[in-house]
């Protein structure tokens, strides 16, 4: 059983940047891909991006201004998110599972709590 924590969250004014970090506080999510899926209010979840286990590493986010990285060896995957607007405003919910698309079709295993992220103009 693995249990997500995101952190890293906050508020933020336009254009600036924010790293969310996921951690696996119980058990390991090498052999997972790990994913970011966001819900902003009022709102559907709505994906972001997911990064693949090694080897391959395919990430695919959905804003050219995210980055979604991972180091196995701390546990970690993160989210970098540049020029950000008030549209990015939502809950950022980290996920996990062995299959990729299970994270793309917002059906994955493993979920996080959710960090908000709130961005003012």
């Known amino acids: 059983q693995v249990q997500l924590v995101e952190s890293g969250g906050g508020s933020v004014h336009a254009g600036n940047s924010l790293t969310l970090s996921c951690s696996a506080s119980r058990g390991t999510f090498s052999d997972l891909a790990v994913g970011w899926v966001r819900q902003a209010p009022g709102k559907e979840r709505e994906y972001v991006g997911v990064i693949a286990r090694r080897p391959t590493l395919y990430t695919d986010p959905k804003e050219g201004r995210f980055t979604i990285s991972r180091d196995n060896a701390k546990n970690r995957v993160y989210l970098e998110m540049r020029s950000l607007t008030p549209e990015d405003t939502a809950v950022y919910y980290c996920?996990?599972?062995?299959?990729?698309?299970?994270?793309?079709?917002?059906?994955?295993?493993?979920w996080g709590q959710g960090t908000q992220v709130t961005v003012s103009s």
């Open positions: 996920a996990a599972d062995s299959m990729l698309i299970n994270i793309q079709y917002l059906r994955p295993k493993y």
